[in-house]
């Protein structure tokens, strides 16, 4: 069966950078779109950042655009989320997502995801 497995979380100061990991199988994710959300403490999961499978431009939320980068291996089937600048608010569980994409996909949503890692929690200290 699908399997994304976050890492690379833990404790930063404000300012730092962690790069986060999902290592994804169980198929072939080929037409998948990936996505990263994040769910801060308290409040709903929102939509970080996404990328095609077979790449493509990537898409940013915001308040992560310029400061967050995903990408995503092929070969190792990994998808990264690099985060740089690291602020407070950032702080959040992250969590990497996947869907097959279709037409109208809204992939900003999370409700659109089919496939979801078990999170990893990033914790920006001030």
């Known amino acids: 069966q699908v399997q994304l497995v976050e890492s690379g979380g833990g404790l930063v100061q404000a300012g730092g950078s962690l790069r986060l990991s999902c290592a994804a199988s169980?198929?072939?994710?080929?037409?998948?779109?990936m996505g990263w959300f994040r769910q801060p403490p308290g409040k709903e999961r929102d939509f970080v950042s996404a990328i095609m499978w077979s790449g493509g431009s990537p898409y940013y939320s915001d308040s992560v655009k310029g400061r967050f980068t995903i990408s995503r291996d092929v070969a190792k089937n990994t998808v990264y989320l690099q985060m740089n600048s690291l602020k407070p608010e950032d702080t959040a569980v992250y969590y990497c997502?996947?869907?097959?994409?279709?037409?109208?996909?809204?992939?900003?949503?999370?409700?659109?995801?089919?496939?979801w890692g078990q999170g990893t929690r990033v914790t920006v200290s001030s």
């Open positions: 997502a996947a869907v097959l994409w279709r037409y109208r996909l809204d992939f900003r949503g999370a409700d659109g995801y089919r496939y």
């Open positions: 169980g198929r072939t994710f080929s037409g998948y779109v």
